[in-house]
């Protein structure tokens, strides 16, 4: 180190220096006194670092405090922000999956701002059950015996096959031993639960005989699990759910469905292939189905379990149900989407829905709207026909006709990158040089927002 870096170290001012300023004083009251200390000691630490690094002095104590607020607006910005979600992926497990609806939203609110009926009986006057609050609402919507709502999906897998299976065995199909993503294995599930996997069949074809020759003194039941997010094709096989039910109740089985997705209604009218739903899943004989309240059913994070009332039973009496029990915000917000079902408003009300029902001339006249305000700034950007896809794992491979606007510019990496990093980040998809914007996963409080942050960001620079 030279002289003069000794010498401009030992110019740094002191924490208490910094203290005393007013604007120190300031930043206390806004950020408390520990972190404001602990913002004031970085940026003199970085002060020191850039000396050494060559820098020729010793920026002025404003400038040091400007720093420490800065450090305190990096540490304190949400990581867990809204994005506007331009790709046409309706269910975005990375960008948080379903929107909630208007009732879900207000419902989960009402919840959140104050006490409530939780577990209180309003009529006695003392202890109620949480229980009590999605269940009705789910046992009429799907004409099952009982239900019960856990954290999610993942959860209420585990907790099926722990209360009916633990340390016996459950067969599954080999063609079913899928991974979701995000670490939903069906073989770990499984083996957390202390049951033992029975594999029959081969990947592409399983037969009704691999089932039944696989029954045995040890039998705790047959899983099928949904494919969710990958498809099989060419020379297949699988039983159907009513087969595989007649298989394991002649057998004094009960057939365990992990459905998935938590479709309720058909996804065939809107232009998609045939999702399978819970309904169906009920009138085929499963005895418990084992399905998401944040995918295609369009509430809150969730598991849901609805079937036989003995069995629901035995499972909300295990052990682990306490662990991965629902709260007031998810049974809140659970019941204000069931609801939607109930009223036949579903499709109207809830966003997936929505979002899947929209009609391709309505997402082209948005599109051209939207396409020519970006021209009209002198943006290269035109619409063009494309895809969405439902995600969420539902429906692979099935695609939904859309129309884009599609944004050209040069660097169209860097523009991507651009958008992200707005105050209200942008995701869309690149395509041949462009960026792609579906208006399908707009929804309607992003639109202005969206322009707005588009019209910033792609105006060409003046030549
Ligand atoms: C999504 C999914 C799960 C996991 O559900 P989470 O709600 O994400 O926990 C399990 N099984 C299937 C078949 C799924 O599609």
Known sequence: MTETQQQLLREIPSVDRLLRLPVTIDLMAVYGRSLALEALRAALEQTRQAIQNGLA???????????????????????????????????????????????????????ALGYSTLEYDLEAGERGARSVHAEALLTRLLHSEAATVVNNNAAAVLLMLSALCQGREVIISR????????????PDVMAQSGAKLVEVGTTNRTHLRDYEAAINDKTAAILVAHHSNFKIIGFTAEPELGELAELAHAHGLPLLYDQGSGALLDTAPYGLAHEPTVPEGLAAGCDVVAFSGDKLLGGPQAGILCGRADLIARIKKHPLARAVR?????????????????????????????????????????????AARLQERGITAQVIDGFSTVGGGSLPGTRLPTRLVAIAQDGVDDLAARLRQQARPVIGRIQ????????????????????????????????
């Open 57 to 111: 002095l010793v920026p002025a104590n404003a400038l040091l405090v400007q720093q420490a607020r800065e450090w305190l607006e990096d540490l304190l910005t949400p990581t867990l922000r809204p994005v506007i979600n331009g790709t046409g992926v309706v269910v975005h497990t990375n960008l948080g999956r379903a929107p909630l609806s208007a009732a879900a939203l207000q419902a989960m609110q009402t919840a």
């Open 175 to 186: 063609g079913q031993l899928v991974e979701i993503g995000g670490g939903f294995r069906v």
């Open 432 to 463: 041949d040089g462009r960026f792609l914007v579906d208006p399908r996963t707009i929804l309607p409080h992003q639109v202005e927002p969206l322009l707005q942050t588009l019209l910033r960001v792609c105006v060409p620079e003046p030549m």
């Open 326 to 370: 629902a709260d007031k915000l998810c049974l809140s917000g659970l019941a204000a989407t069931l609801t939607y079902y109930l009223t036949d408003t579903a499709t109207t009300e809830i966003p997936v829905w929505r979002m899947l029902a929209r009609s391709l001339a309505d997402i082209g006249a948005t599109a051209d709207t939207w």
